[in-house]
Each structure stands twice: as structure tokens, then as C-alpha cells.
């Protein structure tokens, strides 16, 4: 079955190349730039007017578009930007680069043309989101801290596991389904201060965008949700940059051409500082965190551009230097987009990514030094080939190489008892093969396709234990060891991934899509907790962990109002996952050298509908989306052995979020959030046990938490600025949880405290809420 | 080690704690077996109770008219006979047949209501405890106060997969608070360890000294004080069955309760021999040999 697929599918590609040699073409292609900073805009629309077709810009900014010879006008546009004609007398190639200037006047309302933007309807894409990341800045944010994590969990099919939290959960995916990537490279922690905020430093963020499916397949390696966020490449006109001061953390960035319209770079930190108030007040808890990325772009030429991104990031806390822990991420990715010929664009990229946590107790007879990475190399090699109008052609090879080290514990002191010892490590090597074509096949009908060969290898140097019952995690009785040497094959999965899309277009504002992706996940999160924490530990698929496959349909409706200025959605999806990677009862994941006794893996389905409503220009702007949904496990010899939801699932989610420019000065911005209830496991009854009062447990999450809802509000104040200062200020008010409300984090139980440290037999339920009403300001320059 | 990750993460959060009244689903209640016995020579318990609604505060009821008994490898029967609220007894004085024989494994027979409930247990061996020491020490932080720390000194046997439970005892009352609970698998914490035929190691001998009411620093003895500890074998499930328990009962919620794991029952080593749903069994059979020794903290 699997064959005949492929075998069909190579068919259909010699087929439309042979097809496309019978009629002599050229090639117009280029980049389309901001005109202000030079920074390459990805997914604008260049529209060939004769032919009413066209294409979009591509990830790195480059468009092609191959047609026979003749006049014609090409235009481009850009939200936000001014649309540009230039007119072709096409008897050879073109190489045409263009600058996009930014719409003059932001406050007007929209001027409606004829080809507005209606990508909603027309792009082939769905279940897909784009942030605008100047909106998310004058969103209210919780400490005044812009975050696009916090705007991605009020997008549809998003569910948040609670406020203060940097996990999301994708269309019934747990939060390590997601991909998330800077510059292409995987952040495998995104949180600092476990959730407060993420790891995405606003003022560098260039674009960012959710895909939860419809994925392509140059995409993989989780199940989910891929998230791609791409930093600024640093404007090559001008030097410039911006810094904010906050109640929590402050940032500044710089940015400027190293050669003019040549090469940029673009630096930028921030760092919390509540720490130096500690100080200040001789208390010797310390907790800071700081974000620095940097990144080289060179444009050679046309036909070759490097760059070079870096992204460091650290969370560090210390208590009474009793005790510290830190952790955060590293990641590099060096970058090289080369033109081949006219229509064959390349990238070739060399990425690394990083993440440890570190764990220290100082104490003569304790003292101990715990350890833990993960790292990760990675090659890519992605062909854009651009056959003509209808057909978009896209090929590549990835191959990672990972390593594991899930814990080293050593003594800090002479003294201590810890002696020297580690878990052994483990190795991976993933390469996947993929081939994708975006075709037209008629002015209503496209469709895009594609494959991808996973062929994963878990490998050595490991020793793999045999067990008398690989499933006994109580008292694990190993029975023999294998050893392998480096780099030999351990086990190999190997598996395909068919991704499908297709859009009919009914009518020039409204059209249907399809869509069906199937998702292979073989790095595991090795947690059973309901949000990740930076202490946990992954895992590669090996002998007894299989590899956990998502096959997902999505189909929608996409229609835009009023001359394109609203973009309705309504999506409706089912998901099944195979080998759900989950964990037996009381399973002991901290520094178990027989881990794998702990794994069990089994079925989750969840569907759901999602509905969008979106505005994008205008003085109001803003979104209104809606999620019904259900996320159920079966998983042997966990519950019972019966389904249980989700930790994660919400039956409804509705996020109303608007922002307002009242005039150049003053702009305002609101984000009302309900959401129902998120299960929990509680105890159906207790009993005492030899002095200890036990609880007695008979369902897994079969308690909903009370509902949740809150409304947070914002204002950002633009100080008129006389015109001989080169800088301009802002302040931005934020209020969270304006009507305080005591949402529910969580409900546990315990035993009832009568008076101070006397405590009854009697339990009680007790709710925990985080964040009271919480005002906050920012204040924020710009050059 | 997860404890102290999640001490820290309290510590580091703000968070509003609000008690709320809950709707819980009511459980068809369960038989519960403890079975802890002995080779002591005083009279040994097992008591059989139901589990009771969640926020009930009564004692828990006792079950009556069940036949309890063991029978050790070598023939012996031990009857244990009700002695009112559930708990049944069997007193090792005046009689010829003794708990005494290391390597002896014994079978728990309940007969209640025409059900049938076994367990299977054996005696394993268990070191004595050589000294118990009182040692003055200085403030070492604020979990650590200045004062007088117990500790006992003793030492594993060669061979690996003893296991025990430290019990100890502040003025003749069992330190039964969940962060009291002293565990050891061989001399060392877990089966990971590989810690074979040592002196337990230091944070199990100091384990004997409790924490406050508070449960954020440790109280040290002062002069007067009493300590006496007693060292139990335990089988390898039984020591499994403790660390779940310690698991379960060391949670302490706030902030982390987001972080931790599902809330999960703890095993159980009883068989139903005929097994239902509506009527579980939950609870432990185990046979220990205990060996024990005590100290006053003189000036």
C-alpha cells in the first residue's frame, strides 16, 4: 500500500515535468524587502495581472515565476505595505528585487483596490496562523512582558494549561508535540521563571507562524503543532534599535547595515532584575533569567546570501547558596540560500540546539552536582523549484544527530556521600527524505502533496538492558545486558508521511479546504506531569519505545467580508495518535536507570471545531476565536485500563482580543478569555494505613476544574516628539486580570490546619489561583 | 531529590490558596488489608477497615467476622482472632509456634463474606544496630538549626536487595509524619544505588531526627529527650509499597501541583481470588524481622 503510494506519486511528478517542457518559459524572480530596514517579507503576493495568477514569497523572501514569453504587470503587496506595479517586456529572465514601502498612513482606513488581500481565502493553507508581532506589543501582557506564546494560546485550536504557563497544547497534542523553532533551530524549553514568560524576546522577532496542520513535509518530528518563529535580520539602511524598561525585566536592541543594502547584523538581550532588588535588600535569594540573541546576514549577491543566528537564553536560581538550579538553551544556525539556476533556490543550513539543566546542593555530607543536556545537530538541504504557475515544487534531505545525557550526578564536596555516577547516554540519527509540490490544477482547484521518509536510528554507544518483564517498573529484574559500540545501530524505525492539502475556491471570497497529515514523533518528553518542567529529560524512540504516529484530517470553510477586511474560518478536525508515549502508575522518572520499565504507551483521538473571525487593518484590529473540543488516552495498564481525558483537554475555549488606535498617541488594546475547566484526578476516598492517611483513587482526571475567565486591558501612550530628536518613546499600561478573579490553577487536598501547625483528621479542598488583579507599565524607546 | 525541587518552586511562587468545597464521585468503598507483623515478641495486629468518603473525618470502620490467618512454609498456622474494630490478633506468648526463622515464607488467608483474599510474604534478615549517637551541631542554614542530631550507626549486609523500614521513636512516639518515613534499600536510598554492604548512608542514619510542625526545618533533640530505633526487613515489594506512599503522602500542593504527577493509587499485594469491581481489595502483607536499640540524651 505504502509502495503503490510512492510509486504513484513519483508518477505524477514526471508527469507534470514532462508536461512543463513543451512550451518555452522565463523566469521572473527576486526578493521582496521592506524598504525601510531592507528585511525580506515572507509570504507576499506577486500577482501576474494578465494572467490572474501568481505566487508568494517563500520563508527567505524569494519569489519566482516562470511564464511564457510577453508584456505583463506583476504586482506586489503586503499587509501593511503599499502595493507596486512594475510592467515586463519578457524575452529573457528577469531578476527584479523590490522594496515595499510601508502604507503611509497607518490610521486611514483601509483603501479597498480590486486585488485586496485575501490570502485566507486564496492561500492553500489552513489550520494555520500568522502573529503580527506589533499587535501582540500592544496586547495587554502579564508584568507588561509582550509574549507570543500568550498570544498563541488564545489562538483556535490552542488550549493553555493555565495562566503563567509557556506550554500550549495543539488540537489534543500534549505540549512536547510542538516544534518549536528560532531561526530553524528547536528550542526544547521555552519557559523562564517555569512559565512566567517565554523564551521569545519581542523586540527581535521578525515573524511567526503556528501551522497545527495542513504541515508541509518539509516539516517533522512532532506531532502536533509546528511553530516557526524567525528573528529580524537587522535593518542594512540605517543604524537603529529600540529599549524597554519593565516592572520585571528590561531590553534593548540594535540593529544596523555592516555594508550598506549588503550585510546587517542585529544584537539584542534582556534580563530580569528582580534579583538586584533582592540584593539590595540583603535577602540571598536570587532569581534571574536573560535572553541574548545575535545574528550576521551577508548578501553576496543575488545568488548567494549567508547568515548566521545565535540564541542563548538562562534561567538561574539560588537560594540562601543552600541551594541553585539553572537551565536554558543554546542554539546556532548558519544559513546559506544559493540561486542554482533561475527557478532552483536552495538553503542550506547547519543548525545546533543545546538545553541543560543543572541542579547544585552545597552540604559537606550531601552536597551534590546534577547534570543533564540534550544536543543536537542538524543538516538541511531544501530545494524550492519553481516549474511554472501551477506547479511549486519542494525537495530536501535533514539529517540530526542527537545526544542524550538524562542525569551525572557528582559530589561537590570531599566529603560527600555521592559518589561519581551517571545515566548512560543515549544517540540518535534521524534523517528524512521529503518531496512536496504545490499544484494548480485549475483556477479554482489547487492542491499541494507530499512525502516524507522518516528513518530513524536509535545507536550506540549505549548498553541496552533485557529484562525478565520489560513492563515490571516495581521491581525491575534485568536478566542480561547488550552492549553496543558507537554509532552502531541499535533500532531502526522507518516510516512515511503523506501530506495532503487541497483548496476549491467557490467564489472570489470564500472557499473550501482539506486536509490530511500524518506526524512521527521520535524524541519523547520523559514527564507524566500536565505542564513540562526545565528538570525533565528526553528520550529517543529505541527498542522499548516506539515511535508516536499522528494521522490528522482537517476540512474548512474560509470567507472574507467586507472587501477582505474580515477573514472568517470555520475548521473542523480529528486526530488519532499511535503509541501516545504516557507512563505507568508511580512511575520514578528522576534518575531511573530502568526508565524503560516506566514507559507504556497507547491511543489518543481527540476532535474538535474552530472558529475565526479576524480583522487585520484598520484602526480596529483584533480576533475573535472559539474552540470545541475533546482529548481522550487509552493507554493499557494506565486508569485501569479505561479512556481518560486529557490532563489538558478544555471542552470550550473563546478569546475575544482587540486592539484600538484611538489617535497617534494613544492606542489601546483588550484580551477576554473564558475557557471551561481543564480535569484533574482527585481522590474518591482515603484510608489510613499504618498512621499514614492514603487516599484511595478510582478514576484518572475525572474532576473538572471550575471555569475559567478573566479580562486584561492595556494602553500604549506615543509622546508627541518635536522633529530634530531622533528617538521616540513609549509607554505601555497593561492591567491583567483586571476584575481579579481567582481562577483555578489547580485544586488539591489535604489535611484541615485548625489553628497554626494543629491539624484535624478532617481533609479539605483547596484551590490555588496565581495572579490577582496586576497592573504593570513599560516604558520603551526606539531609534 | 524531586522534594527539594519542589520546596524551591514554592518558594519562588506566588500563589493564593482558597479552600473551596468539591463535588466528589462516590466510590463503591474498598476492603483495606494492613498486615505488618512481626518478629517481635508482642501481640501482632493485622486490621482489616473500608475506605471511607474523602472528607469524612470519622475513624474508619473496622470489619468483624472475618477469619485471619498465616501459615509459614514449615507447616505452622498462626490464627489470628478479632479483637473488635477490625483488628484481629495472634499474641507469640505461651505458644509453641514463633515468627522467627529467616528465609520462612508466610501466606495471609482472609476468608469475609465467602470471598477469599491471600497474600504471600517471607522473613529476610535484619543487621542490629551497633550505637545511636547524639552530635551538637551549629547553625548550618535555616533548614538546618543549631542543636542536637540523632543518628544510628549500622551496617548492611553483604548482598544485594536488602531492604528495610527505619522506624524511630522521639519520647516513645513513633515519628509517623510522611517526611519522617525512612526507607533503604541496601545501605543506600534506591536499587540504583549500588551502596551493598555498607554503613547506611549518613541522610539515612540522620533520618531519625524529625522535622518541625512546620515541615520546613529539621528540630533537634534537646537534653531529656529519648530516642529509640528500630530497624525492619522488609521485602523488596514492600519497600516499593513505602515509596509510593511516601509519594503520595508528601504532597504538599501549592504552585508545583501543576508540575506533578497524576494522583495515583498505591499498589497493593493482596489477591482477590475472586476479583470485582465493586468490592477492591487495597492494603499490604508483610513479615519483618526487627532489631532495635535506644539512647537518652544526657548533659
Known amino acids: 500500500?505504502?509502495?503503490?503510494?510512492?510509486?504513484?506519486?513519483?508518477?505524477?511528478?514526471?508527469?507534470?515535468?514532462?508536461?512543463?517542457?513543451?512550451?518555452?518559459?522565463?523566469?521572473?524572480?527576486?526578493?521582496?524587502?521592506?524598504?525601510?530596514?531592507?528585511?525580506?517579507?515572507?509570504?507576499?503576493?506577486?500577482?501576474?495581472?494578465?494572467?490572474?495568477?501568481?505566487?508568494?514569497?517563500?520563508?527567505?523572501?524569494?519569489?519566482?515565476?516562470?511564464?511564457?514569453?510577453?508584456?505583463?504587470?506583476?504586482?506586489?503587496?503586503?499587509?501593511?505595505?503599499?502595493?507596486?506595479?512594475?510592467?515586463?517586456?519578457?524575452?529573457?529572465?528577469?531578476?527584479?528585487?523590490?522594496?515595499?514601502?510601508?502604507?503611509?498612513?497607518?490610521?486611514?482606513?483601509?483603501?479597498?483596490?480590486?486585488?485586496?488581500?485575501?490570502?485566507?481565502?486564496?492561500?492553500?493553507?489552513?489550520?494555520?496562523?500568522?502573529?503580527?508581532?506589533?499587535?501582540?506589543?500592544?496586547?495587554?501582557?502579564?508584568?507588561?512582558?509582550?509574549?507570543?506564546?500568550?498570544?498563541?494560546?488564545?489562538?483556535?485550536?490552542?488550549?493553555?494549561?493555565?495562566?503563567?504557563?509557556?506550554?500550549?497544547?495543539?488540537?489534543?497534542?500534549?505540549?512536547?508535540?510542538?516544534?518549536?523553532?528560532?531561526?530553524?533551530?528547536?528550542?526544547?524549553?521555552?519557559?523562564?521563571?517555569?512559565?512566567?514568560f517565554s523564551v521569545f524576546n519581542?523586540?527581535?522577532?521578525?515573524?511567526?507562524?503556528?501551522?497545527?496542520?495542513?504541515?508541509?513535509?518539509?516539516?517533522?518530528?512532532?506531532?502536533?503543532?509546528?511553530?516557526?518563529?524567525?528573528?529580524?535580520?537587522?535593518?542594512?539602511?540605517?543604524?537603529?534599535?529600540?529599549?524597554?524598561?519593565?516592572?520585571?525585566?528590561?531590553?534593548f536592541m540594535l540593529e544596523g547595515p555592516i555594508k550598506k543594502d549588503k550585510s546587517s547584523f542585529i544584537v539584542s538581550g534582556r534580563r530580569s532584575y528582580v534579583d538586584v532588588f533582592l540584593k539590595a535588600t540583603n535577602q540571598d535569594n536570587l532569581v534571574h533569567f536573560y535572553d541574548v540573541n545575535a545574528k550576521v546576514n551577508w548578501k553576496h549577491n543575488n545568488n548567494n546570501r549567508f547568515f548566521l543566528a545565535l540564541y542563548l537564553g538562562r534561567d538561574v536560581f539560588s537560594f540562601e547558596d543552600v541551594f541553585g538550579f539553572d537551565w536554558g538553551n543554546t542554539t546556532g544556525t548558519f544559513r546559506w540560500n544559493h540561486l542554482y539556476n533561475d527557478r532552483l533556490f536552495s538553503n542550506t543550513s547547519i543548525i545546533a540546539s543545546h538545553f541543560d539543566y543543572k541542579l547544585a546542593l552545597e552540604d559537606d555530607a550531601q552536597g551534590f552536582d546534577w547534570k543533564s543536556n540534550l544536543h543536537e545537530l542538524t543538516l538541511?538541504?531544501?530545494?524550492?523549484?519553481?516549474?511554472?504557475?501551477?506547479?511549486?515544487?519542494?525537495?530536501?534531505?535533514?539529517?540530526?544527530?542527537?545526544?542524550?545525557?538524562?542525569?551525572?550526578?557528582?559530589?561537590?564536596?570531599?566529603?560527600?556521600?555521592?559518589?561519581?555516577?551517571?545515566?548512560?547516554?543515549?544517540?540518535?540519527?534521524?534523517?528524512?527524505?521529503?518531496?512536496?509540490?504545490?499544484?494548480?490544477?485549475?483556477?479554482?482547484?489547487?492542491?499541494?502533496?507530499?512525502?516524507?521518509?522518516?528513518?530513524?536510528?536509535?545507536?550506540?554507544?549505549?548498553?541496552?538492558?533485557?529484562?525478565?518483564?520489560?513492563?515490571?517498573?516495581?521491581?525491575?529484574?534485568?536478566?542480561?545486558?547488550?552492549?553496543?559500540?558507537?554509532?552502531?545501530?541499535?533500532?531502526?524505525?522507518?516510516?512515511?508521511?503523506p501530506r495532503f492539502s487541497a483548496r476549491y475556491l467557490l467564489n472570489a471570497n470564500s472557499s473550501v479546504k482539506l486536509s490530511y497529515n500524518r506526524m512521527v514523533q521520535n524524541t519523547h518528553l520523559i514527564s507524566s506531569g500536565t505542564v513540562p518542567i526545565p528538570f525533565n529529560t528526553w528520550s529517543p524512540s529505541n527498542p522499548y519505545l516506539e515511535p508516536q504516529i499522528a494521522d490528522q484530517v482537517a476540512a474548512g470553510y474560509f470567507r472574507n467580508i467586507k472587501d477582505n477586511s474580515i477573514e472568517l474560518s470555520a475548521e473542523v478536525y480529528y486526530k488519532d495518535i499511535q503509541n501516545v508515549t504516557d507512563f505507568a502508575d508511580n512511575a520514578q522518572l528522576f534518575f531511573n536507570e530502568d526508565l524503560t520499565t516506566e514507559y507504556r504507551q497507547g491511543n489518543s483521538w481527540s476532535y474538535g471545531l474552530e472558529l475565526m473571525a479576524q480583522k487585520k487593518e484598520g484602526r480596529f484590529t483584533g480576533f475573535v476565536s472559539y474552540t470545541l473540543s475533546k482529548t481522550e488516552r487509552d493507554v493499557p495498564g494506565v486508569n485501569n485500563d479505561n479512556p481518560f481525558l486529557a490532563n489538558y483537554d478544555r471542552r470550550h475555549a473563546l478569546n475575544l482580543v482587540g486592539t484600538y488606535d484611538l489617535s497617534d498617541q494613544w492606542q489601546f488594546g483588550a484580551n477576554l478569555s473564558y475557557s471551561s475547566g481543564r480535569p484533574i484526578t482527585v481522590p474518591a476516598g482515603r484510608?489510613?494505613?499504618?498512621?499514614?492517611?492514603?487516599?484511595?483513587?478510582?478514576?484518572?482526571?475525572?474532576?473538572?476544574?471550575?471555569?475559567?475567565?478573566?479580562?486584561?486591558?492595556?494602553?500604549?501612550?506615543?509622546?508627541?516628539?518635536?522633529?530634530?530628536?531622533?528617538?521616540?518613546?513609549?509607554?505601555?499600561?497593561?492591567?491583567?486580570?483586571?476584575?481579579?478573579?481567582?481562577?483555578?490553577?489547580?485544586?488539591?487536598?489535604?489535611?484541615?490546619?485548625?489553628?497554626?501547625?494543629?491539624?484535624?483528621?478532617?481533609?479539605?479542598?483547596?484551590?490555588?489561583s496565581l495572579f490577582p488583579i496586576l497592573p504593570s507599565v513599560t516604558y520603551n524607546i526606539k531609534f | 531529590m524531586k522534594r527539594l525541587i519542589i520546596i524551591l518552586i514554592g518558594f519562588v511562587f506566588y500563589s493564593c490558596e482558597d479552600e473551596v468545597s468539591i463535588d466528589l464521585k462516590e466510590a463503591p468503598s474498598a476492603l483495606v488489608v494492613d498486615a505488618w507483623i512481626n518478629d517481635k515478641a508482642e501481640p501482632q495486629v493485622i486490621s482489616l477497615t473500608a475506605t471511607q468518603g474523602y472528607f469524612n473525618s470519622e475513624e474508619p470502620r473496622g470489619i468483624a467476622g472475618a477469619t485471619v490467618e498465616v501459615t509459614d512454609s514449615k507447616g505452622n498456622v498462626f490464627e489470628f482472632r478479632d479483637n473488635l474494630n477490625g483488628k484481629y490478633t495472634w499474641d507469640p506468648t505461651n505458644?509453641?509456634?514463633?515468627?522467627?526463622?529467616?528465609?520462612?515464607?508466610?501466606?495471609?488467608?482472609?476468608?469475609?463474606?465467602?470471598?477469599?483474599?491471600?497474600?504471600?510474604?517471607?522473613?529476610?534478615?535484619?543487621?542490629?544496630?551497633?550505637?545511636?549517637?547524639?552530635?551538637?551541631?551549629?547553625?548550618?542554614?535555616v533548614f538546618q538549626p543549631e542543636g542536637y542530631y540523632g543518628e544510628f550507626v549500622a551496617t548492611d549486609f553483604r548482598g544485594q536487595g536488602d531492604t528495610y523500614w527505619i522506624k524511630a521513636y522521639k519520647n516513645g512516639i513513633f515519628l509517623n509524619n510522611p517526611f519522617d518515613l525512612n526507607i533503604a534499600y541496601d545501605a543506600g536510598f534506591n536499587a540504583g544505588g549500588n551502596i551493598?554492604?555498607?554503613?547506611?548512608?549518613?541522610?539515612?542514619?540522620?533520618?531519625?531526627?524529625?522535622?518541625?510542625?512546620?515541615?520546613?526545618?529539621?528540630?533537634?533533640?534537646?537534653?531529656?529527650?529519648?530516642?529509640?530505633v528500630e530497624i525492619h526487613s522488609i521485602t523488596n515489594e514492600a519497600f516499593y509499597f513505602l515509596q509510593e506512599v511516601q509519594i503520595q503522602t508528601q504532597r504538599d500542593g501549592g504552585f508545583d501541583e501543576i508540575f506533578a504527577e497524576p494522583l495515583e493509587n498505591v499498589s497493593t499485594n493482596i489477591v482477590d481470588q475472586t476479583p470485582d469491581l465493586n468490592n477492591k481489595v487495597i492494603g499490604f502483607f508483610n513479615v519483618s524481622s526487627v532489631s532495635g536499640r535506644g539512647r537518652k540524651l544526657l548533659e
Not at chain 1, 423 to 451: C, E, P, W
Not at chain 1, 720 to 735: A, L, M, T
Not at chain 2, 199 to 210: E, G, K, L, R, S
Open chain 2, 95 to 141: 505458644v509453641a509456634e514463633k515468627i522467627e526463622t529467616v528465609g520462612t515464607s508466610y501466606q495471609l488467608r482472609i476468608e469475609l463474606n465467602g470471598k477469599v483474599y491471600t497474600a504471600s510474604s517471607t522473613l529476610h534478615r535484619v543487621p542490629t544496630i551497633d550505637s545511636l549517637k547524639f552530635t551538637f551541631k551549629e547553625e548550618q542554614n
Open chain 1, 687 to 768: 484510608y489510613q494505613y499504618d498512621n499514614y492517611q492514603v487516599d484511595y483513587i478510582t478514576e484518572r482526571n475525572g474532576y473538572a476544574l471550575p471555569d475559567f475567565h478573566k479580562l486584561d486591558l492595556s494602553a500604549t501612550y506615543i509622546p508627541k516628539k518635536n522633529k530634530d530628536r531622533k528617538w521616540q518613546s513609549s509607554w505601555v499600561f497593561s492591567v491583567y486580570n483586571i476584575y481579579s478573579r481567582k481562577n483555578a490553577f489547580t485544586i488539591y487536598t489535604r489535611l484541615k490546619e485548625l489553628d497554626d501547625d494543629v491539624y484535624s483528621d478532617e481533609k479539605e479542598a483547596v484551590k490555588i
Open chain 2, 196 to 228: 551493598d554492604g555498607f554503613v547506611f548512608i549518613q541522610p539515612i542514619q540522620d533520618a531519625v531526627t524529625p522535622l518541625n510542625d512546620d515541615l520546613d526545618a529539621i528540630e533537634p533533640y534537646i537534653i531529656g529527650d529519648s530516642l529509640y
Open chain 1, 1 to 196: 500500500m505504502k509502495h503503490t503510494s510512492l510509486v504513484a506519486f513519483l508518477a505524477m511528478i514526471f508527469f507534470i515535468s514532462h508536461q512543463s517542457s513543451a512550451q518555452e518559459r522565463h523566469t521572473v524572480n527576486g526578493y521582496v524587502k521592506d524598504a525601510e530596514n531592507g528585511e525580506e517579507l515572507i509570504g507576499a503576493t506577486v500577482l501576474v495581472k494578465e494572467l490572474g495568477t501568481g505566487t508568494v514569497t517563500n520563508v527567505y523572501g524569494f519569489y519566482a515565476v516562470s511564464i511564457p514569453p510577453g508584456t505583463y504587470t506583476f504586482q506586489f503587496s503586503y499587509i501593511g505595505y503599499q502595493t507596486i506595479e512594475q510592467t515586463f517586456d519578457l524575452k529573457e529572465n528577469v531578476e527584479f528585487n523590490i522594496e515595499l514601502p510601508v502604507e503611509a498612513q497607518q490610521m486611514d482606513e483601509l483603501i479597498i483596490t480590486d486585488e485586496a488581500i485575501d490570502a485566507n481565502v486564496s492561500d492553500i493553507k489552513m489550520s494555520k496562523n500568522e502573529l503580527d508581532i506589533k499587535q501582540v506589543k500592544k496586547l495587554p501582557a502579564l508584568f507588561g512582558e509582550p509574549d507570543i506564546i500568550k498570544t498563541i494560546q488564545l489562538l483556535p485550536g490552542v488550549i493553555s494549561a493555565g495562566e503563567g504557563t509557556s506550554s500550549f497544547f495543539v488540537r489534543g497534542g500534549s505540549a512536547d508535540q510542538n516544534l518549536i523553532l528560532i531561526d530553524e533551530a528547536p528550542i526544547y524549553d521555552p519557559s523562564h521563571l517555569f512559565g512566567l
Open chain 1, 380 to 497: 538541511k538541504q531544501d530545494f524550492n523549484y519553481f516549474l511554472n504557475t501551477s506547479n511549486e515544487f519542494e525537495f530536501g534531505y535533514h539529517v540530526t544527530y542527537r545526544q542524550f545525557s538524562p542525569g551525572r550526578i557528582s559530589p561537590t564536596s570531599e566529603s560527600s556521600l555521592f559518589a561519581e555516577r551517571a545515566i548512560d547516554k543515549m544517540y540518535a540519527l534521524d534523517h528524512a527524505f521529503y518531496v512536496g509540490n504545490q499544484q494548480k490544477v485549475s483556477d479554482r482547484l489547487t492542491f499541494r502533496y507530499g512525502l516524507r521518509l522518516s528513518v530513524f536510528q536509535n545507536i550506540g554507544k549505549q548498553d541496552v538492558f533485557i529484562y525478565e518483564d520489560p513492563k515490571d517498573n516495581i521491581d525491575p529484574t534485568r536478566i542480561d545486558t547488550v552492549s553496543y559500540g558507537a554509532f552502531e545501530n541499535i533500532k531502526t524505525y522507518v516510516n512515511l508521511e
Open chain 1, 202 to 251: 519581542a523586540d527581535v522577532i521578525k515573524d511567526s507562524e503556528l501551522y497545527r496542520g495542513g504541515i508541509p513535509s518539509r516539516y517533522g518530528g512532532r506531532l502536533s503543532s509546528i511553530l516557526e518563529v524567525r528573528t529580524k535580520d537587522g535593518n542594512n539602511k540605517r543604524l537603529g534599535g529600540s529599549a524597554g524598561l519593565g516592572l520585571l525585566a528590561s531590553r
